[in-house]
């Protein structure tokens, strides 16, 4: 990535960052918080996250890029593995890591797991972020604090919560700190440079997961297959894409009782790329088993995690 030229005033940062810890500790929703609008799908299901999204946060005295990166956990497939290896190789190509742990759940393996791993990677300074605030008393906060702290040697801990806002502009300044000077890195105005068929992808991805079984979040994957306005209808999107799955049995749970759930996932994800977009959309989403694609690598190159 090159600099846009000599914009930048006197002191001005900018760098990249990236958040790491173990699946769902929020480390999607505080991306959106201090970017301060949607780019990496949220959910409740751990393993939400496929891929290193980035997102830009833009100040008149720096510009931070945060990577946010899936959860680092003990891979149990092809897909699996290709997710860990890109976690390891993004925590080598960044000015400063935000490793997340959830104030909500004691601090556990998987946690412990990460700090061993980051312990390896001495030259880039990390900063502890306890996540989730909002959910717990401020006395299991502190205590949050305290064994987070005994995990290894952060350069800084800090408690915050992406819900409520809670220091969510502290922690930009945490990392901001210790980007070296440099000037901007993308435009004013860029959110992400993530293609916008691979954003709507991951919108449609996002409803499929709402209620669905715990099994089954794992084995979803979406690909846009074409998107374009509608010929001789101004302010209407086209967007066909196709939801993948791994068995039959799956493919009836997606749909639903006479293509009810799929309806509600087709809706849900409309809304959201419509936001996205600023325009009314179309969606046409069809579903297609490709078994096993998690463990199949030209599968996995066809569904883009090459």
């Given at each position: ?6 914009t930048a ?30 780019v ?17 946060v ?12 899936p ?7 092809l897909?699996?593995e290709?997710?860990d ?22 601090v556990g393996?998987g ?10 990677v001495?030259?880039?300074?990390i ?6 605030t909002?959910?717990?008393p ?21 408690p ?9 502009g ?16 993308y ?12 954003l ?21 994957a ?15 999107i ?27 996932v087709?809706?849900?994800a ?24 998690q463990?199949?690598?030209k599968q ?7």
């Amino acid at each position: 990535m090159t600099s846009l030229g000599n914009t930048a005033p006197e002191g001005f940062r900018s760098g990249f960052a990236c958040f790491v810890g173990r699946p769902n500790v929020g480390k999607s929703t505080l991306m959106n918080a201090l970017v301060g609008s949607k780019v990496a799908i949220t959910s409740s299901r751990p393993q939400t996250t496929r891929r290193a999204i980035r997102g830009i946060v833009h100040r008149p005295d720096a510009q931070l890029v945060i990577v946010d990166t899936p959860g680092l956990h003990k891979p149990r497939t092809l897909l699996g593995e290709r997710l860990d290896s890109l976690v390891r190789s993004t925590l080598t190509e960044v000015d400063v890591i935000g490793f997340c742990v959830p104030a909500d759940q004691p601090v556990g393996p998987g946690d412990k797991f990460i700090a061993r791993e980051l312990a390896n990677v001495r030259r880039t300074p990390i900063v502890a972020i306890v996540t989730k605030t909002d959910l717990v008393p401020p006395e299991k906060v502190a205590e949050q604090l305290m064994a987070v702290g005994e995990l290894g040697t952060f350069a800084d801990i800090v408690p915050c919560s992406a819900a409520d806002g809670f220091q969510v502009g502290l922690v930009a300044d945490l990392l901001i700190d210790r980007l070296p000077e440099g000037h901007p890195l993308y435009p004013e105005g860029d959110l992400t440079d993530e293609p916008e068929q691979v954003l709507i992808a991951e919108l449609i991805r996002e409803a499929a997961l709402e209620g669905v079984r715990d099994e089954l979040p794992h084995s979803i994957a979406v690909v846009v297959d074409e998107m374009a306005p509608r010929e001789g209808r101004e302010g209407l999107i086209d967007v066909y894409a196709h939801l993948f799955v791994e068995r039959p049995s799956q493919k009836g749970i997606i749909i639903g009782h006479k293509g009810a759930r799929l309806r509600e996932v087709g809706a849900a994800a409309r809304q959201q790329i419509e936001a996205l977009l600023g325009t009314k959309v179309y969606l046409d989403l069809r579903i297609k088993v490709l078994k096993d694609w998690q463990r199949d690598p030209k599968q996995l190159r066809r569904l883009g995690f090459d």
